[in-house]
């Protein structure tokens, strides 16, 4: 019989012609009468079957006939239960029948079924001689070889009528080449059978499966897998080959075909042989599956490392903390691919992050058992169970682990962030009592007082750092009254305590020294303050009489000037206004029969009770002085970075100053806005400055203070004054009214030579610098020239030895160059010896009296070079040894960083003298040498000074690109090294910007920004890319409007900067440093309106509420921005008492009248 039936008449005309007859087709060893005998045994065994059942089901009726009989005399209720049980015994019956037939046709696929069917079948085919045998045996057990060693199973498989088709286990797989069948003629006797369609989960087949794009999961995947090292082919030793091999082979071993037997000459290819062989390719999943595996084996192979590595040691906190953090990259590298092309792409993100939530808690967990005393891993756990804790049982924890480490600042400083952050129990009042219970704990563990936790290292240094913590945010909060109490009260508690109780511990004193707070004598900064010391001994004395204060009244202005102005409006000018006239706390005025009662806004009133718990004791002359110049700084007054570093709002957006290119950086910014001045981001102030009052209120505050410090440090506070001087008339010059110029300059010159007549200061350099800077200000050239001449003269015996003068010099010298470009017209040289800056730094490297109208010979400018030379060597030399020496004490004083390591001066005079002399490469080599030695020491108290001279470098070469031919290539590399080692500094971060704004390729910029933000946790950099986006977004847009009217504007297509924008605040606002920016979120919502999006900056808001409720500038833009909800800004104010000045019961009488 033939294989294939339908063809078996062609076989059957063609049997002469043997040749071609196809053997192949027909199988031998089928039996057409064994198909007819099996055929006729099933139909027999199917009809015994069918009459067994028969007889089985007339039993069981004539059964139950019998029984119903019987029960006819049983009454209703019991023949209903009988029948009931009856029928549940027939359905177990029917369920066993049922089972058994499934574990009939379940047993024709296994070797023993029942042992009990088996010997029935047995007994039954015993008398019957098969052909065939019907039982299993394994064909090693067989004593006898039988003819046909076959076995034929019987047992009908009813699943196969039941699913139409055969199992699938059972079908043999293959791959059909074509869809034909082989053997057939193509034009008359093709077969053709239709495609599968395509499996749903596929997602379209092998078709879209290979047309992988580059977001695919797979290649995603890829992307995240660590590259393998790709290595060179091993030379071999010496031992294997007699001739060493010159060369590396470039033969392809993997691309080689072998040779078989289908592919004896090499011909085909690797696919065509195995085709051959009848063997299909490699599935494509299977393929991708073996990627995934290769992607994630690294992952696998680093979390093996560290399972080792903490087994090992699991004492390693850092260790453990480097575990928890991998976590999320091997989240990102798991989950990152999968589910993105779905449409629950939200929930399956949150799933995830559950998921890794769940892990890092579990780790860290483990971390805590396994060191129990170690902080840093409390808080991480803390940080984690944040997102997974309620409220109450997160602040609980809180406070227990805070109870348990009492002594730790830091962890202090993690749970005051967490009290003020969380917006569903934040209030200002526990805000500040959480403060006042840290300071007064601290207090207790430095005094001793608390037995059980010993004082760490720089508990004084933190306590400091927490107050003045405290008192921005009581200022961010509205509540300037009691910052600047508590700043008061820290300075009389410091400077001006008794004798009697100095060896007290810190909780005494406070209450001795509550008495005097509350007697209602004058503080510090008022009229007629004496401190706390003069009082209590005048009280032991019998106390004195309250002088006549002759204060003049505050004249009443009416607060709303144009009522015609939306209510909004009116009331963001009086509420502002308020603030900035109502900074100082209220005092009763008892010459004038004033009383508590008095006063029209309580809160206005600083209460003991407020400030008492949080006064501290300062023993280190340092910190004293620190705290000084943090109140100063409190108040607007700009102070040196090095004694408090600040960040500031004009840092950020600095304005081009064309006519200063050298010395705009060299002006001190302010560490804050002036106290009662909100930081705006929109309009500008009103005026520069403190005003009247505040103006006393300062003056007030220097002269009681001043003479109670040594002569160092008042010489820092005379400094700051005339700093404060300088960027008044700053102001004034960049608000372009001459008149208030002018009277400014009066005032400030007056001040300043107040200070120059004391007899300190009269031999201060730096105090002259800066009044000379100030005269050049004024336009008053010729006088600054005076001044600089005159103090070059008091300090020109020491010549390059002298930081002060060095550094005076240099300003000297760049504003020269810089009055020379203007005259010039930024074109052509002057001549190198009658230059005026060459002859300031040449006198100051012959230690003569400088002048800057004597021209030089060329003999003096080679001495010059030469001393400049030797001089920075040797200052080098010295700073390393003096480093070297004093490494075992590492607080240094004050006076290290502003004189001994201030090595800016020589450097930047030395650079400057060789650009005017040699050229611009000449004074690059200078600040990349002395940079390099400098960083080498790796110091770091020396890192304020190398990032002081890379902004110097960085100044120069800008101002050179700006005069003359050269490439941009060097300023762009200073900035790139510089900015990827101080990515915090503000000034470098602005020349970058605006050089690389000149510029329409922002790729370059875009890459550097990146990978400085990586590696930083600070938010500055993240500020200044939104800022460098939003600038070169601003220049798109004029350049669009330029080029065409207003009308073809909307028909322009979108250049995705607004999408950039967006992605990097929300980049920003994830960090943890961001989340709690003020500014930031504040710059997020002017963006978004200013593009149209109002609903989502409003969205925005409510999302900044929840890490920043504290801001009340928030509260303030939100409504400038949104002014259809000021009732409900206004309520949220209150309900989380935030200083509220102008209620808006007020605004509506004010109004009425």
């Not at 953090?325 to 992050?353: I, M, N, T, W």
């Not at 939306?566 to 029969?593: F, M, Y």
């Not at 480093?883 to 005079?909: D, E, I, M, Y």
């Not at 020491?937 to 470098?953: F, M, P």
Request: glycine letters at 6%; hydrophobic letters at 35%.
């Amino acid at each position: 019989m033939a294989l294939f039936p339908a063809f078996a008449g062609v076989t059957a005309n063609k049997v002469d012609d043997t040749s071609k007859e196809l053997d192949w087709l027909s199988n031998k060893s089928f039996q057409p009468d064994d198909a007819v005998f099996l055929h006729q045994r099933t139909l027999e065994r199917t009809s015994k079957r069918q009459t067994e059942k028969e007889s089985s089901l007339g039993k069981e009726l004539s059964s139950e006939e019998e029984e119903e009989e019987e029960e006819g005399d049983v009454p209703p209720k019991k023949k209903k239960k009988k029948k009931e049980e009856k029928k549940r015994k027939k359905k177990k019956k029917k369920h066993k029948k049922r089972s058994g037939r499934s574990s009939d046709s379940s047993g024709s696929d296994s070797d023993t079924v029942y042992p009990s069917d088996l010997k029935k079948e047995q007994e039954k085919d015993r008398s019957q001689a098969a052909p065939l045998s019907s039982r299993f045996f394994w064909l090693d057990d067989l004593q006898s070889p039988t003819e046909q060693p076959f076995c034929l199973d019987r047992k009908p498989d009813p699943a196969n009528w039941t699913y139409k088709s055969l199992y699938r286990a059972d079908i043999a797989r293959y791959r059909r080449k074509g869809s034909s069948s082989l053997g057939l003629d193509r034009h008359t006797q093709e077969v053709s059978w239709e495609e599968s369609e395509p499996n749903k989960k596929n997602k379209g087949g092998d078709k879209k499966r290979a047309a992988d794009r580059y977001f695919s999961s797979a290649n995603r995947q890829l992307l995240r897998s660590e590259p393998t090292v790709p290595t060179l082919p091993r030379i071999p030793d010496c031992t294997d080959v007699t001739v060493p091999t010159s060369f590396l082979s470039l033969g392809d071993e993997q691309g080689k075909v072998q040779t078989s037997s289908v592919n004896p000459l090499r011909v085909y290819d690797a696919s065509t042989a195995l085709w051959l062989q009848g063997k299909g390719l490699q599935d494509q999943t299977d393929v991708q599956d073996q990627q995934a595996g290769q992607s994630t084996a690294p992952l696998a192979g680093r979390t093996e490392e560290f399972n080792r590595r903490l087994r090992e040691q699991p004492a390693d906190t850092q260790l453990w903390i480097e575990f928890i953090r991998y976590q999320d990259e091997q989240c990102a590298a798991s989950f990152g691919g999968e589910g993105e092309q779905q449409g629950d792409v939200a929930e399956h993100r949150k799933s995830s992050y559950r998921a890794i939530l769940e892990k890092k808690l579990s780790i860290v967990e483990r971390a805590v058992a396994a060191n129990p005393c170690c902080i840093a891993l409390h808080l991480e756990r803390l940080r984690i169970c944040q997102e997974l804790w309620e409220p109450s049982v997160l602040a609980k924890e809180w406070k227990k682990l805070v109870f348990l480490h009492p002594n730790s600042a830091p962890l202090w400083r993690e749970y005051l962030l967490f009290t003020q952050s969380y917006f569903s129990t934040f209030t200002v009042s526990k805000v500040n009592a959480a403060y006042g219970k840290c300071l007064s704990t601290l207090s207790a563990v430095r005094d001793g007082s608390m037995v059980s936790h010993p004082a760490l290292p720089g508990t004084e240094e933190d306590m400091l750092d927490i107050f003045n913590q405290q008192c921005h945010f009581l200022r961010q909060c509205g509540h300037s009254e009691k910052a600047v109490s508590l700043f008061q009260a820290l300075i009389d508690f410091t400077f001006y305590k008794p004798d009697s109780v100095r060896d007290l511990p810190t909780k005494q004193q406070v209450e001795f020294f509550e008495p005097f707070w509350d007697s209602g004598e004058a503080r510090v900064g008022e009229a007629g303050a004496r401190g706390w010391k003069a009082w209590m001994l005048q009280q032991e004395r019998g106390g004195w009489l309250q002088p006549n204060d002759d204060d003049e009244e505050e004249e009443e202005e009416e607060e709303v000037k144009d009522r015609s102005q939306p209510r909004w409006t009116i009331w963001l000018d009086v509420e502002s206004s308020r603030e900035a006239a109502h900074w100082l706390p209220w005092r009763p005025n008892k010459t004038k029969g004033q009383s508590e009662e008095d006063c029209d806004d309580p809160d206005r009133q600083v209460l003991f009770d407020d400030i008492g718990p949080s006064l501290i004791c300062l023993s280190s002359p340092d910190l004293k002085l620190r705290l000084l110049l943090r109140f100063l700084s409190f108040l607007g007054l700009p102070v040196d970075s090095v004694l408090s570093p600040q960040f500031s709002l004009p840092c950020l957006f600095p304005g081009k100053d064309p006519q200063r290119p050298l010395t705009c950086h060299n002006l001190c910014h302010p560490g804050v806005n002036s106290v009662g001045h909100m930081t705006t981001l929109q309009g500008t102030r009103k005026r520069a400055g403190l005003g009247k009052q505040g103006e006393g209120f300062v003056t007030s505050v220097f002269s009681m203070v001043h003479p109670l410090l040594p002569a160092h440090q008042q010489a820092v506070l005379s400094l700051s004054w005339m700093q404060y001087e300088k960027l008044k008339v700053m102001r004034c010059l960049h608000g372009g009214n001459k008149k208030r110029l002018r009277s400014q300059g009066k005032s400030s010159k007056r001040v300043a030579k107040r200070l120059l007549k004391d007899a300190d200061n009269r031999w201060s350099l730096r105090l002259w610098h800066e009044y000379g800077h100030l005269e050049w200000l004024l336009g008053n050239v010729d006088d600054a020239r005076k001044v600089f001449s005159t103090a070059a003269g008091m300090g020109g015996a020491k010549g390059l030895s002298s930081p002060a003068l060095c550094e005076l010099c240099l300003l000297w010298a760049q504003l020269e160059v810089e009055d020379g470009g203007k005259e010039r017209g930024g074109g052509g040289q002057t001549e190198t010896t009658t230059s005026p800056a060459v002859c300031v730094l040449t006198r100051l490297a012959e230690g003569t009296s400088s002048s800057s109208s004597h021209s030089l010979s060329p003999v003096s400018i080679l001495k010059a070079r030469k001393a400049y030379d030797h001089a920075l060597t040797a200052s080098l030399h010295a700073l390393g040894q003096e480093l070297h020496n004093s490494q075992a004490n590492r607080k240094g004083t004050f006076s290290q960083p502003l004189v001994c390591l201030r090595l800016r001066g020589l450097v930047g005079c030395y650079a400057l003298f060789q650009y005017l002399t040699v050229g611009v490469q000449a004074a690059d080599t200078v600040y990349s040498q002395a940079r390099e030695r400098m960083e080498g020491l790796s110091a770091a108290r020396l890192a304020c000074e190398c990032e002081a001279l890379a902004v110097q470098h960085a100044a120069l070469l800008r101002y050179h690109t700006s005069t003359s031919v050269f490439p941009l290539a060097t300023l762009r590399q200073t900035l790139t090294s510089a900015l990827s080692v101080w990515g915090g500094s503000a000034p470098l971060w602005s020349i970058y910007i605006q050089v690389e704004n000149h510029y329409h390729s922002a790729g370059r910029a875009r890459r550097f920004f990146h990978s400085v933000i990586r590696g930083s946790s600070s938010v500055v950099p993240r500020l200044f890319a939104i800022v460098a986006e939003q600038q070169r977004k601003q220049l798109v847009d004029a350049a669009q409007r330029s080029g065409c009217g207003d009308a073809a504007l909307p028909i322009l297509p979108e250049n995705g900067l607004s999408n950039r924008i967006r992605g990097l605040f929300e980049n920003t606002i994830a960090t943890e440093m961001g989340a709690h920016c003020p500014l930031l979120w504040r710059m997020y919502m002017h963006f978004l309106v200013s593009e149209g999006n109002v609903d989502k900056a409003r969205g925005i808001f409510y999302k900044a509420l929840q890490n920043i409720p504290w801001a009340k500038g928030l509260y303030m833009d939100a409504v400038r921005l949104f002014p259809e909800h000021l009732q409900e800004f206004v309520d949220l104010m209150t309900e989380k008492e935030l200083r509220l000045r102008l209620p808006l019961e007020e605004l509506d009488i004010l109004l009425e009248d």
